[in-house]
């Protein structure tokens, strides 16, 4: 059984960092797949903040930009999201997820709050 763990969600002022973790276990090999970040605000779709493919290249929604790093750490199972210079439009349920390229094997973790708010 393949589990994606979110952690380090929370609340944090506008121009803040905040950093997230997703740790997989059972049987996932992150290594193996593009991993990804992303999030739904209320009353929006959920949409993709950052991916990293198994070679390491990043890709990144145009809003995030400049300001969130995403990094593996194939040793520890473990992807991780990087925010800077946070604003409120950044609040949002923050997901992630694990897809095998060329087949259906797609996982989610059950995702995060971040809320950005004085």
């Known amino acids: 059984q393949v589990q994606l763990v979110e952690s380090g969600g929370g609340l944090v002022q506008p121009g803040g960092s905040l950093s997230v973790s997703c740790a997989a276990s059972?049987?996932?090999?992150?290594?193996?797949?593009?991993m990804g970040w992303y999030r739904q605000a209320p009353g929006k779709q959920r949409e993709l903040v950052a991916s990293i493919t198994r070679g390491g290249s990043t890709n990144y929604a145009d809003s995030v930009k400049g300001r969130f790093t995403i990094s593996r750490d194939n040793a520890k199972n473990t992807v991780y999201l990087q925010m800077n210079s946070l604003t409120p439009e950044d609040t949002a349920v923050y997901y992630c997820?694990?897809?095998?390229?060329?087949?259906?094997?797609?996982?989610w973790g059950q995702g995060t709050q971040v809320t950005v708010s004085s």
């Open positions: 059972g049987s996932i090999f992150i290594s193996m797949y593009v």
């Open positions: 997820n694990a897809h095998l390229a060329t087949t259906t094997s797609d996982y």
